[in-house]
């Protein structure tokens, strides 16, 4: 069981970043999917939870607006879109697969290994 994640970097205040994660050893399908944050001296944090048939997404009330969570079941892949970023988004952002349903404190199954992103000026 693995899931991996891509698409983390530095960016200016403003700017988007796309994140993937790619599950290998399970089917996505069986899964909600969540991403996680966990800031330097900070404990990890839900950002957002996709149900397994895509119809629900939920967020943390700090990214509403800004990031979207999606997801393609043939291609077991998971993304979020991240646009506006502030430099307060800055963490490791970890994709999971969620035991449904996603609720603010998602009962994870498995956890990705993680993907830095950096906002800064």
């Known amino acids: 069981v693995q899931l991996v994640e891509s698409g983390g970097g530095l960016v200016r205040p403003g700017e988007s970043l796309r994140l993937s994660c790619v599950a290998s050893g399970f089917n996505l399908g069986d899964y909600a999917m969540g991403w996680f944050r966990q800031a330097p001296e900070k404990e990890r944090e839900q950002v957002a939870c996709?149900?397994?048939?895509?119809?629900?997404?939920h967020y943390t009330d700090s990214v509403k607006g800004r990031f979207t969570i999606s997801r393609d079941n043939f291609k077991n892949r998971v993304h979020l879109q991240m646009n506006t970023l502030k430099p307060e988004d800055t963490a490791v952002y970890y994709c999971?697969?969620?035991?449904?349903?996603?609720?603010?404190?998602?009962?994870?199954?498995?956890w990705g290994i993680g993907t830095l992103v950096t906002v800064s000026s």
């Open positions: 996709i149900s397994v048939s895509g119809r629900t997404t």
């Open positions: 999971a697969a969620v035991i449904e349903p996603c609720t603010d404190y998602s009962e994870v199954d498995h």
